[in-house]
């Protein structure tokens, strides 16, 4: 169990002020790149918009939870 928490906990983490959640995004992504042979793209598009904070770190948990599972599990060649 504490394991399971520590992982969900891991998910949540201060993007720091400002940050839009394309930025942190791609920050993870080129992170999780950085420890993988897989390349990373982050394609965005439109203007960016702040977002209810509650509503930004849940998008932000689902989006690094998505990358990380395709780099760990996928083990492609890219992630975009």
Known sequence: MKEGRDKVGGLRFATGAGADLGSALDEHGRQLA????????????????????????ELLAVGREAIRNAFLQARPAAVR
């Open 34 to 57: 950085a420890q993988h042979p897989a390349r990373f793209t982050l394609t965005t598009s439109g203007t960016a918009r702040t977002l209810h904070p509650p509503v930004h770190e």
